[in-house]
């Protein structure tokens, strides 16, 4: 009986995730170009060539920076703006609007934003520098290999920060304060209130905030496609974007799918213990 | 060998194939048509909000000549960078326009070898196009031989130039020799204006200037044996192009970190007065010029002089294909046919028409009639990312990037285009 009740859902799940993953699974094992209505069966090929792809070694090192620089920024400044906007401060609601709202912008949106703020011979960022005398500080951006990827990751920290804000906010509201009034009565300072009261508090929005954060740093796609396009030359490619390179504009969709597939396996492993202590969580 | 609906066939039943087809982009590649009747056609197209509307005036035109029902769908401002995934995805959905526009050379090429476009051959000849199209413009709709689409317009790149601009640098009339175009590129940076508006986001704007510089550097007949890979890239002239090149950053003739600039937003620097001249076509005039309220009468156009007999530039086409599996292929091409006439082209106001008797209304283009009348009837080479397959076309602009950065020498940079092309060959 309990069968006949998840059919529906079953069934929708097995069309529109598990299938679609196996055949593209399939299709990274062949050499198909994304168009034609035949292809054929190169075994591992495709997953061999990746190490000697330069662009699959670049684009996973840019992963690799992405994901540390934009899980950390983003998870200490909203921890810190949450525990700011958690005490005793005048607007906050507004304030709590202020740093959510990038969060809830359209990407491409986001990306237009920051191209025109990047623009080196019109963008306010240069104009800024240049209008406080530190004229040597402007550069071209999003124009040269150097400071593209850091460019992007400063977006997306600025676009990232109001999510685990907002985590971190309903989490804290769930700590006592009668805590923190024996912990004052007790003499512990702010600081040793912070680690010893709010960060062990805190300890279920840390699973939360970090595992999604991290899987969500290894989909990045749209805000680099949107802001450099990969380059300049392939210098801001990510898996994502150099998946859909190759399936969609290089008519390689066995070998795109193929990268497809390593980064599906990656956001797996990483989602691992989350998932794992949702699962210990639940059984509780 | 195996075929996709083999495959589908293989593995599961009908419903879960039909949610492949909807979540994988395959499909089964037979039986399925694009149009819902007979009489029903999709019409894919990337024209912008100043000419859809005239697009689809004459749509509706001939629909009430024929009784057809035609639908047009357009993703404008999205360049040859996004269409064509936009067009595969519907392709492979197996819900695909019945007719699209398409770029003609190595964007179009796909389409044609992987057979969802049909061969037009039979339509060539019931309507005569051989005879009343442009043969270079039908060369460029031809891939491997099959006559995959039908050219609409033959676009030539020029210099378009702000009047204001080169008055106030002293620069009297547009350059006529290589020389005299960098002794105005100093005079209008002088003049505190930067010369070249140009932006290398999606590589293929700033590859106008490199392409402009090898045909100046090679001349036209080793120009085109370096794009056929029939002579090496290693060798001095390729070197000298890419050694002009950085020479046009390192003297800020193009804006400053070009390299990460929107060509979109760029292009349109000239008419703006943040740039001198912009390398681009004639649809500028009423799509830059006259939609920023401008007046024609403030600008030029001229030809980027390469020292060579004869003075080419480069140049592409642009046509339409025909889905291989549309359910009224004679429909289809009859709409072609429609399209492709002289007064159909005067309405949509095409400024580089393909066909006789089309040609820019002098009173209302008068620099696309000017362009038209000279530097249109010459010859022209393929604009350099349809002259290549697309992941070449990138490696080729990676390669560009780095010099233009300093990452790589002009001699590197012909040595390292050279291995792209032995790859591409192989």
Redesign the interface.
């Known amino acids: 009986m309990a069968w006949v009740f998840a059919a529906p859902a079953l069934?929708v799940y097995?069309?529109?995730l598990v299938?679609?993953a196996l055949?593209?699974l399939?299709?990274s094992f062949?050499d198909w170009?994304?168009?034609?209505?035949?292809?054929?069966?190169v075994g591992l090929q495709n997953y061999k060539d990746m190490p000697h792809d330069p662009v699959v070694v670049q684009a996973a090192i840019n992963n690799l920076i992405w994901a540390v620089v934009t899980v950390v920024v983003p998870v200490v400044l909203g921890l810190t703006l949450a525990v700011v906007l958690n005490g005793k401060v005048r607007g906050k609601p507004f304030l709590r609007l202020i740093f959510y709202t990038p969060a809830v912008l359209p990407l491409v949106s986001v990306a237009s934003i920051w191209?025109w703020l990047?623009?080196?011979?019109?963008g306010a960022i240069n104009a800024f520098l240049r209008a406080v005398g530190l004229d040597s500080l402007a550069?071209?951006?999003?124009?040269?290999?150097s400071t593209?990827l850091g460019a992007t990751m400063v977006a997306a920290i600025w676009l990232r920060v109001g999510f685990p804000m907002l985590l971190y906010l309903a989490a804290l509201q769930g700590i006592s304060p009668d805590l923190y009034e024996a912990a004052t009565v007790d003499g512990a300072g702010k600081w040793q209130q912070f680690w010893h009261i709010t960060m062990p508090g805190l300890r279920p929005a840390h699973y939360v905030v970090i595992a999604l954060s991290v899987i969500d740093s290894f989909k990045v796609f749209d805000l680099i496609y949107a802001m450099?396009?990969g380059?300049?030359?392939?210098a801001t490619q990510v898996m994502g974007t150099w998946m859909y390179?190759n399936v969609?504009?290089?008519?390689?969709a066995g070998y795109g799918t193929a990268i497809a597939v390593v980064i599906t396996l990656v956001a797996v492993v990483v989602s691992v213990p989350y998932v794992r202590s949702q699962t210990k969580e639940h059984a509780v | 060998?195996?075929?996709?609906?083999k495959?589908l066939g293989l593995?599961?039943g009908a419903?879960?194939a039909?949610?492949?087809a909807?979540?994988?982009?395959?499909s089964s590649?037979s039986g399925s048509t694009t149009s819902t009747g007979s009489k029903e056609l999709r019409l894919f197209t990337y024209e912008d909000n100043s000419t859809i509307d005239l697009l689809k005036e004459q749509v509706k035109k001939f629909d009430t000549q024929n009784g057809t029902t035609t639908t047009v769908d357009s993703l404008p401002g999205s360049g040859a960078?996004v269409y064509?995934?936009k067009l595969?995805?519907e392709?492979?959905g197996g819900k695909g326009p019945d007719v699209w526009r398409i770029w003609g050379g190595q964007i179009g090429a796909?389409?044609v070898?992987?057979?969802?476009a049909m061969d037009l051959s039979t339509y060539y000849q019931k309507y005569g196009w051989d005879s009343k199209i442009n043969p270079a413009a039908v060369e460029g709709m031809t891939f491997d031989g099959v006559k995959g689409g039908m050219p609409f317009i033959a676009l030539g790149i020029g210099g378009w130039y702000s009047k204001a601009a080169f008055a106030k640098a002293g620069v009297t009339a547009p350059p006529k020799t290589y020389a005299e175009l960098e002794e105005a590129n100093a005079k209008l940076l002088k003049s505190g204006i930067?010369p070249l508006g140009t932006g290398?986001?999606?590589?293929w704007h700033v590859m106008r200037l490199f392409e402009y510089l090898l045909e100046t550097s090679a001349g036209p007949d080793l120009h085109d044996k370096l794009l056929t890979g029939d002579e090496s890239w290693d060798r001095p002239e390729v070197v000298t192009a890419f050694t002009n090149f950085k020479k046009w950053q390192d003297q800020k003739w193009i804006?400053?970190?070009?390299?990460?600039?929107?060509p979109a937003e760029v292009e349109l620097w000239y008419v703006q007065g943040?740039s001198a001249y912009t390398i681009t076509g004639p649809w500028t005039e009423a799509q830059g010029i006259q939609a920023g309220g401008k007046k024609s009468e403030d600008f030029g156009v001229f030809e980027f002089p390469t020292d060579h007999d004869p003075l080419r530039h480069s140049g592409f086409v642009e046509g339409y294909m025909i889905n291989a599996k549309t359910g009224n292929p004679d429909m289809a091409a009859a709409l072609l046919d429609f399209l492709n006439q002289p007064e159909t082209h005067k309405a949509l106001k095409i400024t580089a028409s393909v066909v006789a008797g089309a040609e820019p209304d002098q009173a209302t283009l008068p620099l696309s009639y000017e362009w038209a009348q000279g530097p249109a009837k010459k010859p022209f080479y393929t604009i350099q990312d349809q002259a290549f397959?697309?992941?070449e076309a990138?490696q080729y602009?990676?390669?560009q990037?780095?010099v233009l950065?300093g990452?790589t020498s002009p001699a590197d940079a012909a040595k390292k285009m050279q291995d792209v092309i032995k790859a591409m060959k192989k």
């Open positions: 069934l097995v069309v529109f299938y679609p055949s593209s399939w299709f062949t170009d994304g168009l034609s209505a035949t292809y054929n069966v191209g990047y623009n080196p011979q019109y550069q071209p951006w999003l124009g040269q290999d593209a450099t396009y380059g300049p030359g392939t390179f969609f504009q290089y008519n390689q | 060998m195996i075929n996709r609906r495959f593995s599961g419903a879960i039909a949610g492949l909807a979540c994988t982009g395959t590649d960078a064509p995934d595969r995805t392709l492979l796909p389409f070898k992987a057979k969802q930067t290398g986001k999606y590589g804006p400053d970190g070009a390299v990460g600039l929107d943040k397959p697309k992941k990138d602009f990676a390669i990037s780095d950065q990452k």
